[in-house]
């Protein structure tokens, strides 16, 4: 017996490379079971920036999936609303200080990021710098036009192309005006096509 135990080969040691194959996060990641156990490793590894970049695309990524509640065609972060994360919060820029969507925004993230088991995540209201159309990501001016809203074109926020014409959705044209200074929200006028005739919103910059 005590021969037999002999010939057993010695335990196989775990080498270094089994814990942390190559391309083993980014795998995590993609099946989606990422934060724990890659958050974990990351601080274990004192790469907090890293760690930071990595836990605030989860969070931006959940968020992408959160409709604004006044135009459902662009998330949240479409729209620059969602800034970043810093520890455990979450800071938010509404659109528009008297936009009643504000509360409605901050419920519909609270609810997405409880539902991703995110419930530790502070929400804070960041007013300092302002939020600006320059934020809306050019996915989300895609999402804009396509949905019939103009978007402003970029940079607008700064100074010289504010009075610029609206671009009409439809058409593309140029050759619009604005009918009235509200649209269907305070947050967007009201423009019409003097080509097509094509009524539209037009997110007023700011
Ligand atoms: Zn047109």
Redesign the pocket.
């Known amino acids: 017996m005590i021969v037999h135990k002999n010939n057993l080969s010695p335990p196989r040691r775990r080498g270094p490379g089994t814990r942390n194959r190559p391309g083993s996060a980014l795998a995590l990641e993609r099946t989606g079971e990422r934060s724990q156990e890659l958050d974990s490793r990351l601080r274990g590894n004192d790469n907090l920036v890293v760690d930071r970049e990595e836990s605030q695309r989860g969070v931006f990524e959940i968020l992408s999936c959160v409709p604004d509640p006044e135009i459902p065609c662009v998330s949240v972060v479409d729209l620059g609303i969602v800034r970043e994360v810093r520890e455990n919060t979450l800071f938010i820029t509404p659109t528009y200080s008297g936009c009643p969507a504000t509360i409605a925004i901050a419920q519909d993230i609270r609810k997405a990021l409880d539902e991703a088991g995110l419930t530790h995540m502070k929400i804070e209201t960041m007013l300092s710098p302002p939020w600006t159309t320059d934020w809306i990501s050019d996915e989300g001016r895609e999402k804009l036009r396509a949905y019939g809203i103009a978007p402003p074109p970029k940079g607008a926020a700064r100074h010289s192309l504010r009075e610029e014409a609206a671009q009409?959705p439809?058409?593309g044209?140029l050759h619009t005006e604005e009918i009235s200074r509200f649209g269907s929200t305070p947050c967007k006028s009201l423009n019409r096509?003097l080509?097509?005739s094509?009524p539209f919103d037009r997110f007023k910059c700011h």
Do not use: F, G, K
Request: hydrophobic residues 0%; proline residues 0%.
């Open positions: 009409c439809r058409c044209s096509c080509d097509c094509e």
